[in-house]
């Protein structure tokens, strides 16, 4: 794509924070390619010194110092490293100068850049008086459901399900995510992410649920920009958040505590999908419900016991978050190894994620997953399942398959509340090893679901039902 005069003035605006000095300078980047003229300006002088004065020094051909990487971290991309290995490379460049460059030409850095475009450009567009343009029945759904997260992208898919279950049609449903990373399955309609932007598209559906996965666990743009909050309740369009998982530490976080606040007081419903969450959400107000993650609610809906015909184990693997993970994947690449893919079978459900490609190398013959569905049909006939990932239990529930949990808390407290605390493993990694290279699968129990606690967890939606009625029940 080549580079327009407004394009121009654009990475001004992104990358210096200023329009263009003179038309000179605006013509010798019009009509390159839009990656080379990003190049061009990231590499200046100014644009390295957007941050010059608040690095530890200004001696830029020294190598970065490990308080420099966090720092411009922080100050660069508004979050901690991935994890120590990311760190140390950065550390290896050639000098401070060349560790900068390498966070001021990140994708990352420059959406964040992208997004600041957006937010001011949305100010421009916010409906004066909270007019209600009222054009369309229908409910959109907004979530992280592109970012190529398994779990996170079938969110939409089973909360459409959810809408139709209670009169919706096909046609009513609408959805879109910020995350663009991967496609995601959808019973309704798709639409492109810059809609969010579109206050007066928002304004026209009867409601809008935010929900899916961890929302509110980790920054999801746009729910941490005030300015795109403020269109939001402009548009005048009932909102809901669903079943959206929140970590306390982050809510908890100065840096967020405004748009938060915002964007609960200004929802018409507020429902968690744990209780590490409700307790998260009810920092901003008390009438937060808890509602069970509605893919693992729908997989036990839909519970049928499965034979097992194979003698096989399937691990549903995750990239390494600490220690335990670490000696868990080593130990694991050894067993894997030796073994035979009639005995162990290793499942990715996150290929998109650098982490994760960096292991796919390690177990030939990996599978990879990208929805719930295509991960049930992998493993419904499995001797057991052995999961690191919280949605990665779900069609294990469903079939009612020896399934252990490891790695997680969220899903040893997903097991507390549905009655299989005993199928989460407590023990010590070399221990599970053990059990693994032996083929011992004794202690993987069934994971089957006591009628109890299906009751309990559809007497949540019920209750979360009711929030709903009134506004956009009669549209079906």
């Not at 795109?228 to 998982?245: E, M, R």
């Not at 690449?333 to 893919?341: E, L, N, V």
Request: a negative charge; hydrophobic letters at 40%.
């Amino acid at each position: 794509m080549s580079v327009s005069r407004e394009d121009v003035f654009y990475l001004y605006k992104c990358i210096l924070g200023r329009e263009p000095e003179s038309e000179h300078v605006v013509d010798q980047l019009v009509g390159l390619d839009f990656d080379d003229a990003r190049s061009r300006l990231l590499a200046s002088d100014e644009a390295i010194s957007v941050v010059d004065g608040f690095l530890s020094t200004n001696k830029w051909k020294r190598k970065a110092s490990l308080e420099d990487v966090l720092y411009l971290y922080e100050y660069l991309l508004r979050r901690p490293p991935e994890n120590d290995e990311v760190v140390a490379e950065k550390m290896k460049l050639e000098s401070l100068e060349a560790t900068l460059e390498n966070f001021l030409d990140s994708e990352e850095f420059f959406e964040k850049k992208y997004r600041v475009h957006l937010s001011e450009r949305s100010e421009k567009k916010i409906l004066n008086g909270g007019r209600k343009i009222g054009c369309r029945s229908g409910v959109l759904l907004i979530g992280a459901y592109g970012n190529g997260n398994m779990g996170d992208s079938d969110q939409a898919q089973f909360l459409a399900s959810y809408l139709l279950d209670i009169g919706l049609s096909g046609e009513q449903i609408f959805s879109v995510s910020w995350e663009s990373t991967s496609d995601y399955p959808f019973i309704g309609k798709k639409l492109p992410r810059e809609c969010l932007f579109d206050f007066e598209l928002l304004s026209s559906f009867s409601a809008i649920l935010i929900g899916g996965g961890g929302l509110l666990g980790v920054e999801h743009y746009p729910l941490t920009d005030l300015r795109w909050i403020d269109g939001l309740k402009a548009a005048g369009t009932p909102y809901f958040l669903v079943a959206v998982g929140a970590s306390r530490v982050h809510v908890n976080d100065p840096f967020y505590h405004d748009s938060y606040l915002a964007l609960l007081n200004g929802c018409q419903g507020v429902s968690a999908r744990d209780n590490e969450s409700v307790l998260a959400l009810s920092r901003f107000r008390n009438d937060v419900i808890k509602v069970c993650d509605p893919v693992i609610k729908r997989c036990i809906d839909e519970a049928i016991a499965s034979p097992q015909i194979s003698k096989r184990l399937d691990i549903i693997l995750r990239y390494p978050l600490d220690d335990q993970h670490r000696e868990f994947i080593d130990g694991l690449k050894s067993i894997y190894t030796s073994s035979s893919r009639n005995d162990i079978r290793v499942i990715f459900v996150e290929p998109f994620n650098p982490l994760e490609m960096e292991l796919l190398p390690a177990f030939p013959g990996h599978i990879i997953c990208s929805s719930v569905d295509d991960l049930g049909a992998e493993i419904r006939d499995s001797a057991a399942v052995l999961s690191m990932r919280f949605h990665g239990c779900a069609p294990a529930i469903k079939y009612g398959l020896p399934l252990l949990g490891f790695g997680s808390k969220k899903i040893k407290d997903l097991f507390d509340e549905i009655g299989l605390a005993d199928s989460y493993w407590l023990g010590d990694v070399s221990e599970l090893l053990r059990l693994i290279e032996k083929a011992d699968w004794s202690a993987f129990k069934a994971s089957q679901i006591r009628p109890g606690v299906a009751l309990k967890l559809s007497n949540q939606y019920s209750k979360m039902t009711k929030s709903f009625e009134a506004i956009f029940l009669k549209e079906s």
